[in-house]
Nanobody, 118 residues
């Protein structure tokens, strides 16, 4: 069973930065795409950013220009660099991994808490 593990969450002041990491392990595959979602209390889970093996990237509207998703120099690992953080960025951040299988399979991590507060 593939494992998806997030790390890097924490408490940060408004205007600060954090970097999240996500690793997909215990799989023979090179992933097709990896994504970050977030869910704040009382709200639906929303897409933050997605990066595909082909190289194309998409961001949610609320994080464009502030967050950057990238591949690490380690197989099946990504980063999410978050800058100019706002209180409304407070949420549990989840990593989603899509495998290049037919039919498609995807897996979720347990999430990491990001709290933006003074």
């Amino acid at each position: 069973q593939m494992r998806v593990e997030e790390s890097g969450g924490g408490l940060v002041q408004p205007g600060g930065s954090l970097r999240l990491s996500c690793v997909a392990s215990n799989t023979i595959y090179t992933v097709k795409s990896m994504s970050w979602f977030r869910q704040a209390p009382g709200k639906e889970r929303e897409l933050v950013a997605v990066i595909r093996r082909r190289g194309n990237i998409d961001y949610g509207e609320s994080v464009k220009g502030r967050f950057t998703i990238s591949w690490a120099n380690v197989k099946n690992t990504i980063y999410l660099q978050m800058s100019d953080l706002k209180p409304e960025d407070t949420a549990v951040y989840y990593c989603n991994v899509e495998l290049p299988t037919v039919p498609s399979q995807d897996y979720w991590g347990q999430g990491t808490q990001v709290t933006v507060s003074s």
